[in-house]
């Protein structure tokens, strides 16, 4: 099933501000377990059902974004197993261009397209508002916690790995964070990324736990447990 695509970019859009918030799903049954296409053409991203999807039970939903250059399936091949485990919806936008939208130019058009996921597994699926994630890799960990500050009254979580900055306009609510970042980064250098932005959180008052590991550019499989452990019972 494929939604048709729409990037009217609102008012609300260009400050970063996603409009979806949870609901009774009114099209429960519409999508099979597996994967799915978000939209028509090769950047309209896809979403996972995981074979372990109750749908009888609210389940989490995190949204993941890819990096620089990547794709949804860059969230498929980090996430998949960890949806399966916590029966998570994996809901994986793809950037209209090579990256997101805030750090090419600012934001507009990404947020639409994130909005209409979003909107998507809302009518879709029961969804727990008490585990609803937004997460990236890179860029998209950048995009995630810059959107998690604006809109922290719906994201409860974040998962960001590797972020290099926060871009805000407005903050509203407050999510939790978890960041992880490799010590021996050569692209993003930890201590003008992560450092950063984790000193800021917890200056102005967020939950936040940092893991900072030896390691480079990547997310090594023992940062993804600890990442998808903290997600389960923070």
């Given at each position: 099933m494929q939604t048709e695509p729409n990037v009217e970019v609102t008012s609300a859009s260009r400050l970063g501000r996603l409009t979806a918030r949870p609901h009774l799903p009114s099209e429960s049954g519409s999508f099979g377990k597996g994967v799915h296409r978000l939209k028509p053409g090769p950047r309209g991203g896809r979403m996972l059902v995981p074979q372990s999807y109750d749908p009888e039970r609210a389940a989490p939903l995190l949204v993941f974004l890819h990096g620089a250059g990547g794709d949804s399936q860059q969230g498929l091949d980090l996430f998949s197993r960890s949806a399966e485990e916590l029966g998570a919806i994996l809901l994986l936008p793809e950037s209209a261009a090579s990256t997101w939208?805030?750090?090419?130019?600012?934001?507009?058009?990404?947020?639409?397209?994130?909005?209409?996921?979003?909107e998507l597994g809302f009518r879709s699926f029961s969804i727990d508002p008490r585990?609803?994630?937004?997460?990236?890799?890179?860029?998209?960990?950048?995009?995630?916690?810059?959107?998690?500050?604006?809109?922290?009254d719906l994201f409860t979580h974040v998962l960001a790995f590797t972020p290099g900055f926060s871009a805000l306009r407005e903050v509203h609510g407050a999510s939790r964070f978890f960041l992880a970042h490799g010590s021996r980064d050569p692209v993003l250098p930890v201590r003008r990324c992560s450092r950063v932005i984790v000193r800021r959180l917890e200056q102005s008052g967020y939950e936040v736990h940092y893991l900072e590991f030896n390691g480079g550019h990547a997310v090594p499989p023992e940062v993804l447990t600890a990442a998808t452990r903290w997600f389960e019972g923070a």
């Open positions: 939208d805030v750090i090419l130019d600012d934001y507009g058009p990404d947020v639409v397209s994130i909005d209409q996921a979003l585990r609803l994630a937004v997460g990236g890799f890179a860029d998209g960990a950048s995009y995630a916690v810059s959107l998690a500050l604006t809109n922290g």
